[in-house]
């Protein structure tokens, strides 16, 4: 089945533990992406990928780090997590470069930093 | 800069109603417009994209240069329709940039 997971789905952690959401997709998409949802705000971009070792700034990147070793992981990095970044996750995937870049969603990770 | 507007966070209508969840876009460009939707506990989804002039659940969306507006539209309201809708615009090399959302509840 085509799909993007991520784990952890619910999180709850401290100020300052870093921590690692993963993100994968089998439909070897070239373009990953991860959002943010929070209340109000709809969805955010942090960061994405347009391939593999090519990423780049969101709108809202501050306090995130991703890498893309693989086509098909895009795991999002917070090296010391804050309060502000308690929110809903979503990770998505497309092709790239066509128009027709339909973006295929993961289920979302919520997160919250006490 | 917003670039994507949804003026209603919430929308209440009564079933077999018409439907009209207002978006707005600032982009001096060809825009690539689209609607996606989430249903309860169920991840983001698209309902349409403008380019393929295509109805989804009986949903359309019409974009209107002028106005700068892809509102989306449905004549006749069903309970399977309440969700949250987001208007989303790429201004190429895939990203999208999302509007607020605006819940639609139908009410039996």
């Known amino acids: 089945e085509a799909q993007v997971t991520q784990n952890p789905r619910y999180l709850i952690t401290v100020t300052g533990k870093k921590l690692t959401v993963t993100c994968s997709q089998n439909?070897?998409?070239?373009?990953m992406s991860w959002y943010r949802q929070d209340p109000g705000l709809g969805l955010r971009q942090i960061y994405y990928?347009?391939?593999?070792?090519?990423?780049d700034k969101g709108d809202v990147p501050e306090g995130y780090k991703v890498s893309r070793k693989e086509k098909r992981n895009f795991p999002l990095i917070l090296e010391s997590p804050s309060p502000n970044q308690t929110s809903l996750y979503f990770c998505?995937?497309?092709?790239?470069?066509?128009?027709?870049?339909?973006?295929?969603f993961g289920p979302g990770t919520r997160l919250t930093v006490t | 800069a917003q670039r994507v507007t949804q003026p209603e966070k919430l929308l209440s209508v009564f079933k077999g109603a018409p439907v009209e969840l207002k978006c707005n876009y600032s982009?001096?460009?060809?825009?690539?417009l689209f609607w996606y939707v989430q249903y309860s506990r169920q991840r983001l989804q698209l309902l349409l994209r403008?380019?393929s002039r295509e109805s989804i659940k009986g949903f359309t969306a019409d974009l209107n240069k002028g106005e700068t507006s892809f509102h989306l539209k449905k004549p006749f309201a069903q309970e399977e329709d309440s969700a949250m809708y987001y208007c989303?615009?790429?201004?190429?090399?895939?990203?999208?940039?999302f509007g607020t959302g605006t819940r639609l509840t139908v009410i039996p």
């Open positions: 439909m070897n998409h070239e373009y």
């Open positions: 998505a995937s497309s092709f790239a470069g066509t128009l027709d870049y339909e973006q295929y």
């Open positions: 989303a615009l790429s201004l190429g090399a895939n990203n999208l940039f």
């Open positions: 982009y001096s460009g060809s825009p690539e």
């Open positions: 990928s347009m391939n593999v070792e090519v990423t």
């Open positions: 403008h380019i």
